[in-house]
Structures are given as structure tokens and as C-alpha cells.
């Protein structure tokens, strides 16, 4: 059964630093694709971040581009997401997401974890 | 970046209701397009990707068409375990982005 469970969210003031983690279980994570996509509170999905198989290659929204990192540990089949210069947009539940493919050029999301809250607040 | 815009913003609908929700691009994706449902405090589920095709473990009452920048989703005979809210997301081109949501409910 494929398993994505997030940690490391909660509350952090503006500015600062918070960095998120995905153990992955299930499957072998060295052969997809994985990302990182949000949910404002009562808000509709926003896509933050992509990276392939190995990690050679990533992608990110504008707005986070500069700020957040992705990356990933095929060894401990975990993903990251180290976030930056944290502002108060940035408050969401931020969900791990599987991508169907490696290079993640075309692909769509076939497995959600459950969710981690960051509260960027002071 | 592409805009989704999904239509509409809400639905009611009684038992055994056929519900169609619509998507459009603001640009041909080429049927690179993928619908999820998401339950009231639960995560996304994948339903339907490249259009048309059904996830492996989605009911059968669930179907997606369309093709350029026009979308749908359909399900029919509506059951009760379908009130949710349901997002598109193209995935043609980054960044990748999802329509606003269709929030499902009974009526």
C-alpha cells in the first residue's frame, strides 16, 4: 500500500524557516516523480513544487521560487521541501503528492499524503 | 501560466442525479488534464487522468470528456459518499494549475 506521511509543519513566524518532510512507503521511490502541493485555508489546490526521479531536475511556482527547495533522499525514500523567508501567503496545508512519471514533464498526482499545517504567523 | 476555470463554483443534486462539471483552459493542454475529489477534511483522490481515462479503483459512474481547452467531469446516478468538492488540474505545461473547484453537495 503506497504511504506518504508529512511532518514538520506548525507555526513559524514571518521571515523564518520551516522545513518539511515526506516518508514514503509502499513503492519504489526512486522511480517516480514527486511534488509538493498546498491548500489555503478554505482555498482551492495550489501546486508549489516538482521534482524528478533522481532530483536532476525541479520546478516551482513564481511566487516560491527563490524561497523554497525541493529535494529528495532515495537512500531514506524521503521528500523535502526546506521553506524560506517564510510570508504570511505561505499558510496552507502543504501535501506530499506521488507524480505518475520520472521526468515529470507531462504528469498528474496518483497519491496525496494526509496533509501538514504551517501557520506563518507572528 | 495556464488558467482553469472550473464552472460551477457550486451544485446541488439529488440521489441518482446525473451532475456534469465543467472545465475550460485558457489555452489548448492538449488532454492533459486530471480530476480529483477531496472530502470534507480528507486529501485529494485522483479520479480521472488524460481526460478520460478512470483511475484503477474509481466507480464507474465517474467519466471525464473533452478535448483543446473544453473539459468535463459526469457522474452518474449520484450517491451520497460523492458530496465533495471536485478540482481539475491541467498538467500540459508549468506551472501546473487547478481550477478554482466545484463544491458538491445534496440536495
Known amino acids: 500500500e503506497v504511504q506518504l506521511v508529512e511532518s514538520g509543519g506548525g507555526l513559524v513566524q514571518p521571515g523564518r524557516s520551516m522545513k518539511l518532510s515526506c516518508a514514503a512507503s509502499?513503492?519504489?521511490?526512486?522511480?517516480?516523480?514527486m511534488a509538493w502541493v498546498r491548500q489555503a485555508p478554505t482555498k482551492g489546490l495550489e501546486w508549489v513544487a516538482t521534482?524528478?526521479?533522481?532530483?536532476?531536475?525541479?520546478y516551482y511556482r513564481d511566487s516560491v521560487k527563490g524561497r523554497f527547495t525541493i529535494s529528495r533522499d532515495n537512500a531514506k525514500s524521503t521528500l523535502y521541501l526546506q521553506m524560506n523567508s517564510l510570508r504570511s501567503e505561505d499558510t496552507a496545508t502543504y501535501y506530499c503528492?506521488?507524480?505518475?512519471?520520472?521526468?515529470?514533464?507531462?504528469?498528474?498526482?496518483?497519491?496525496w499524503g494526509q496533509g501538514v499545517m504551517v501557520t506563518v504567523s507572528s | 501560466d495556464i488558467r482553469m476555470t472550473q464552472s460551477p463554483a457550486s451544485l446541488s443534486a439529488s440521489l441518482g442525479e446525473t451532475v456534469n462539471i465543467e472545465c475550460l483552459a485558457s489555452?489548448?493542454?492538449?488532454?492533459?488534464l486530471a480530476w480529483y475529489q477531496q472530502k470534507p477534511g480528507k486529501s485529494p483522490q485522483l479520479l480521472i487522468y488524460?481526460?478520460?481515462s478512470l483511475q484503477n479503483g474509481v466507480p464507474s459512474r465517474f467519466s471525464g470528456s473533452g478535448s483543446g481547452t473544453q473539459y468535463s467531469l459526469k457522474i452518474n446516478s449520484l450517491q451520497s459518499e460523492d458530496v465533495a468538492t471536485y478540482f481539475c488540474?491541467?498538467?500540459?505545461?508549468?506551472?501546473?494549475?487547478f481550477g478554482g473547484g466545484t463544491k458538491l453537495e445534496l440536495k
Open positions: 503528492t506521488r507524480a505518475v512519471t520520472m521526468m515529470v514533464i507531462i504528469d498528474y498526482f496518483d497519491y
Open positions: 509502499g513503492f519504489t521511490f526512486s522511480n517516480y516523480g
Open positions: 521534482i524528478s526521479y533522481d532530483g536532476s531536475s525541479t
Open positions: 489555452e489548448d493542454i492538449y488532454s492533459d
Open positions: 488524460n481526460a478520460n
Open positions: 488540474q491541467q498538467y500540459n505545461n508549468y506551472p501546473r494549475t
